[in-house]
């Protein structure tokens, strides 16, 4: 689990393919301080399993289903990716719960400045619509963020100058996807109002 409080901004060293998914080394220094083998990290809110832990970089093994459902099999090197571990017992929860399970990909649609603030336009798949609401948690490339404005196909969040700066939400571009993963009071909410009651 995680909180969408991005730690660290890593970059890609390199993408091994393999039979059918691949391999992602990440170089950092941050999250690599206190992570071993088989610890969860998130990757632009993907969570992954870090392998081949060393001082200053991980590697980890993408499946088939991750690549077909994330933004994951588009990174190559140097690809800026957002890092988080994962919490502990005595984490503050600052931002929402993330699981890191991404629900599927939007789409980055434009980003405009208002001084040192942005405002963030997301567009989203139907199948995912159900999930949002003015004012409710979002995590966008593994970034815990709040939906400011809600139409039927895109969201808007207003991003504080920190956030910018230290996530790779400044190096997108217009049409480029990104990783949606949707709060899970909703998902398990939308789960009980389809299960019926036994009595």
Partial sequence: MFTGLIEELGSV???????????IVVAAK??????????????????????????????A????????????????????????RAVTPVTRLGGHIVQGHVDGRGTFLSAESQGDFYTVKIGFPEELARYFVQKGSVAVEGISLTIASLSEDHFDIAVIPRTWEITN???????????????????????????????
């Fill in 13 to 23: 060293s390199s993408v091994e393919q393999n039979d059918a998914g691949c391999r």
């Fill in 30 to 59: 941050l999250v690599t301080s206190d992570i071993s083998h088989g610890d969860s990290i998130a990757v632009n809110g993907v969570c992954l399993t870090a392998v081949d832990v060393s001082k200053n970089s991980f590697a």
């Fill in 61 to 84: 093994d993408v499946s088939p289903e991750t690549l077909n459902k994330t933004t994951l099999g588009t990174l190559k090197s140097p690809s800026s990716v957002n890092l988080e």
């Fill in 169 to 199: 939400l400044s190096s997108l571009r217009p049409n480029d996807a990104v990783n949606l993963d949707a709060d899970i009071i909703a998902k398990y909410v939308e789960r009980m109002m389809q299960t019926p009651t036994i009595c």
